[in-house]
Protein backbone atom coordinates (compact mmCIF):
# COMPACT_ATOMS: atom_id res chain seq x y z
CA UNK A 1 0.00 0.00 0.00
CA UNK A 2 1.47 3.62 -0.67
CA UNK A 3 0.36 7.07 -0.09
CA UNK A 4 1.21 9.95 -2.20
CA UNK A 5 1.81 13.35 -0.49
CA UNK A 6 1.77 16.44 -2.30
CA UNK A 7 3.53 20.14 -2.13
CA UNK A 8 1.21 20.78 0.93
CA UNK A 9 1.62 17.73 2.70
CA UNK A 10 5.52 18.15 2.90
CA UNK A 11 5.12 21.79 3.79
CA UNK A 12 3.11 19.97 6.96
CA UNK A 13 5.71 17.96 7.28
CA UNK A 14 8.69 20.51 7.26
CA UNK A 15 6.92 22.48 9.53
CA UNK A 16 7.25 19.31 12.06
CA UNK A 17 3.36 19.56 12.56
CA UNK A 18 1.92 17.31 14.84
CA UNK A 19 -1.12 15.51 13.15
CA UNK A 20 1.57 15.20 10.11
CA UNK A 21 4.49 13.55 12.07
CA UNK A 22 1.92 11.05 13.51
CA UNK A 23 -0.19 10.37 10.18
CA UNK A 24 3.75 9.47 8.68
CA UNK A 25 4.58 7.37 11.90
CA UNK A 26 0.96 5.35 11.38
CA UNK A 27 1.70 4.90 7.46
CA UNK A 28 5.64 3.67 8.45
CA UNK A 29 4.02 1.38 11.37
CA UNK A 30 1.98 -0.23 8.93
CA UNK A 31 4.98 -0.10 6.35
CA UNK A 32 3.10 1.48 3.48
CA UNK A 33 5.61 3.27 1.07
CA UNK A 34 5.56 7.09 1.12
CA UNK A 35 5.34 8.37 -2.96
CA UNK A 36 6.66 12.02 -3.98
CA UNK A 37 5.86 13.40 -7.33
CA UNK A 38 9.65 14.95 -8.56
CA UNK A 39 7.67 17.77 -9.36
CA UNK A 40 6.49 17.94 -5.59
CA UNK A 41 9.97 18.08 -4.40
CA UNK A 42 10.98 20.55 -6.59
CA UNK A 43 7.75 23.01 -5.35
CA UNK A 44 8.43 22.31 -1.90
CA UNK A 45 12.87 22.04 -1.76
CA UNK A 46 14.25 25.58 -1.01
CA UNK A 47 17.62 24.34 0.49
CA UNK A 48 19.91 22.18 3.06
CA UNK A 49 18.36 23.81 6.14
CA UNK A 50 14.93 21.41 5.74
CA UNK A 51 16.06 18.32 7.90
CA UNK A 52 12.72 17.51 8.01
CA UNK A 53 12.01 17.12 4.70
CA UNK A 54 15.63 15.33 3.63
CA UNK A 55 15.16 12.95 6.01
CA UNK A 56 11.58 11.74 4.94
CA UNK A 57 12.85 12.16 1.17
CA UNK A 58 15.83 9.76 2.12
CA UNK A 59 13.77 7.31 4.13
CA UNK A 60 13.81 4.04 2.52
CA UNK A 61 9.97 4.06 3.06
CA UNK A 62 10.05 6.84 0.62
CA UNK A 63 10.42 6.67 -3.08
CA UNK A 64 10.63 10.04 -5.22
CA UNK A 65 9.03 9.65 -8.65
CA UNK A 66 10.65 11.03 -11.51
CA UNK A 67 8.89 12.52 -14.47
CA UNK A 68 9.76 10.87 -18.01
CA UNK A 69 8.53 11.64 -21.29
CA UNK A 70 5.86 9.05 -21.30
CA UNK A 71 4.78 10.88 -17.67
CA UNK A 72 4.93 13.48 -19.15
CA UNK A 73 2.91 13.07 -22.57
CA UNK A 74 0.00 11.26 -19.85
CA UNK A 75 0.20 14.23 -17.92
CA UNK A 76 -0.55 16.37 -21.14
CA UNK A 77 -3.86 14.83 -21.80
CA UNK A 78 -4.50 14.80 -18.48
CA UNK A 79 -4.33 18.37 -18.00
CA UNK A 80 -5.94 18.58 -21.64
CA UNK A 81 -9.14 16.54 -20.49
CA UNK A 82 -10.15 18.44 -16.95
CA UNK A 83 -9.37 22.07 -18.74
CA UNK A 84 -7.10 22.62 -15.89
CA UNK A 85 -2.81 23.17 -16.60
CA UNK A 86 -0.84 22.50 -13.47
CA UNK A 87 1.67 19.89 -14.50
CA UNK A 88 2.50 19.40 -11.06
CA UNK A 89 -1.30 18.48 -9.81
CA UNK A 90 -1.33 16.27 -13.17
CA UNK A 91 1.91 14.47 -11.89
CA UNK A 92 0.51 13.94 -8.34
CA UNK A 93 -3.09 12.87 -9.95
CA UNK A 94 -0.83 10.68 -12.01
CA UNK A 95 1.20 9.00 -9.82
CA UNK A 96 -1.65 8.57 -7.44
CA UNK A 97 -3.53 6.98 -10.06
CA UNK A 98 -0.89 4.43 -11.39
CA UNK A 99 -0.60 3.06 -7.66
CA UNK A 100 -4.41 3.42 -6.90
CA UNK A 101 -3.31 5.43 -3.66
CA UNK A 102 -4.65 7.82 -1.83
CA UNK A 103 -3.32 11.55 -1.53
CA UNK A 104 -2.39 13.61 1.09
CA UNK A 105 -3.06 17.20 -0.27
CA UNK A 106 -3.88 20.35 0.39
CA UNK A 107 -5.05 20.98 -2.93
CA UNK A 108 -8.09 18.91 -2.40
CA UNK A 109 -10.25 20.80 -5.29
CA UNK A 110 -7.55 21.03 -8.14
CA UNK A 111 -6.83 17.68 -7.99
CA UNK A 112 -10.35 16.18 -7.95
CA UNK A 113 -10.87 18.61 -10.96
CA UNK A 114 -7.97 15.97 -12.72
CA UNK A 115 -9.71 12.85 -11.79
CA UNK A 116 -12.62 12.86 -9.78
CA UNK A 117 -12.05 9.65 -8.79
CA UNK A 118 -8.92 10.33 -6.94
CA UNK A 119 -8.99 9.30 -2.94
CA UNK A 120 -7.91 13.17 -2.11
CA UNK A 121 -7.95 13.76 1.98
CA UNK A 122 -7.04 17.09 3.67
CA UNK A 123 -2.74 17.87 5.12
CA UNK A 124 -3.11 17.43 8.48
CA UNK A 125 -2.08 21.06 9.83
CA UNK A 126 -2.70 23.04 6.42
CA UNK A 127 -6.74 24.49 6.47
Same mark, same amino acid.
Given at each position: ?????????? +? &???????????????? !? /????? @? @??????????? $?????? $?? &???? %? !??? /???????? @??? $?? +? %??? *??? #?? /? #??? +??????? =? &? $?????? =? +????? &??? *? !???????????? %???
Amino acid at each position: MSVVLDTGAL +I &AVERGDPRMVALLDRL !A /TRGEM @V @VVASGVVAQAW $RGSRQA $RL &ARLL %G !AEE /TEVVALDE @VSA $RA +I %GVL *LAR #SG /T #SDV +IDGQVAL =V &A $RQRDAP =V +ISSDL &ADL *L !ALDPGLRVHRTP %GLP
